[in-house]
């Protein structure tokens, strides 16, 4: 399958891209059009007023189509494509429009894959008939690292706030917790990720950790089905509201291994010192057995694999692991 190179959302880039379990949106206005493009920089997408000859709904999106590959001379922005990506076939079924691109789609860095599937979505969900969008590469849904399907996209899935378009994309290195394949311990990956401007660091970590590691030897320590409602600052406090997934009990996971994949992670942004969860905004009652959610977390590295925690003590005391190659002397 194809693996988006993003992060968020992710993003994943955009974690408001993926996960979409239906088709909502539609255009409104049907007498305004836009054609997106994306800027020299490529940081963002452009939008240029575009009118339109054809009516039909089908014609329309193939008017459009021509529009998004052809060539842009202009020195500010250019297609939205790049010129080796095509697009093979698309079909609009039940206003689910599915897009199939050729393999080398693939071959796009991470910023550009976002910003080209943006301009793509909003352009095309102006026609009155199409409420969704589905990416596929070859015959394979479109999916981020971490294999999650894309899923369905409409103009809201770019959208952070409302009146806030989803533009300016920035790079950074965060650190999640997630727990050793026995349950048992917490172990830390480091996640180098792409992500919007609009979107607070506390909801990028949140949504990234519910997305599950990336990496091998690891696995989720929050239970599946949890969703994140919304997460807050205030005073170095995180909070973090999660729906009622998160009270699906999976008790090959330790309990506190749960409650400090959380706390861990937020606490390793530098505006957060403490967290507490609640759940569908109400903090009251325990987890599992003795974790109580009114409580306000501390970060806690007790619950780091012992592999981990022996690796921590060494770099505080100074150590550093040398490594001697074959024919050399310790001396």
Not at 185 to 204: D, F, G, R, T
């Amino acid at each position: 399958m194809r693996k988006a190179k993003e992060s968020l959302c992710l993003l994943f880039l955009f974690l408001s891209i993926a996960g979409l379990a239906g088709c909502e949106g539609g255009r409104e206005d049907a007498s305004e059009y836009k054609i997106y493009y994306v800027n020299k920089e490529n940081t963002k997408t452009v939008a240029v007023g575009y009118e339109p000859e054809a009516e039909e709904d089908r014609e329309l999106i193939r008017e459009l189509l021509r529009k998004l590959v052809q060539d842009k001379k202009h020195s500010d922005y250019h297609r939205a494509l790049p010129a080796q990506v095509k697009l093979e076939s698309w079909k609009l079924d039940n206003s689910q429009l599915y897009l199939y691109f050729n393999s080398a789609y693939m071959e796009m860095d991470n910023v550009r894959e976002v910003l080209c599937r943006a301009a793509i979505v909003r352009t095309l969900i102006q026609v009155e008939g199409v409420e969704c969008i589905s990416f596929y590469v070859m015959d394979s849904p479109l999916t981020d690292d971490g294999g999650n399907l894309i899923g369905l996209m409409t103009a809201e899935s770019f959208i952070e706030n409302p009146g806030e378009q989803i533009n300016t994309i920035q790079t950074a290195s965060i650190t999640l917790y997630f727990s050793n394949p026995e349950g048992t311990a917490l172990i830390p990956e480091v996640q180098e990720v792409h992500y919007s401007s609009n979107i607070s660091l506390e909801k990028l970590v949140m949504e990234q950790l519910l997305k599950g590691p990336k990496g091998k030897g690891k696995r989720s320590a929050i239970p599946e089905g949890t969703k994140l409602v919304n997460v807050s600052v205030l005073d170095g406090v995180g909070f973090v509201n999660l729906n009622e997934g998160f009270l699906n009990q999976n008790y090959e996971v330790a309990e506190p291994v749960v409650i400090y994949s959380i706390v861990n992670s937020l606490a390793e942004l530098a505006n957060i010192n403490k967290v507490q969860i609640s759940v569908n905004g109400d903090s009251q009652g325990v987890y599992r057995e003795k974790l109580e959610l009114n409580t306000v977390y501390e970060r806690n590295l007790d619950y780091l694999d012992e592999s981990v925690r022996s690796q921590k003590d060494r770099e505080e005391d100074g150590v550093e692991n040398v490594v001697i190659e074959e024919g050399e002397s310790g001396d």
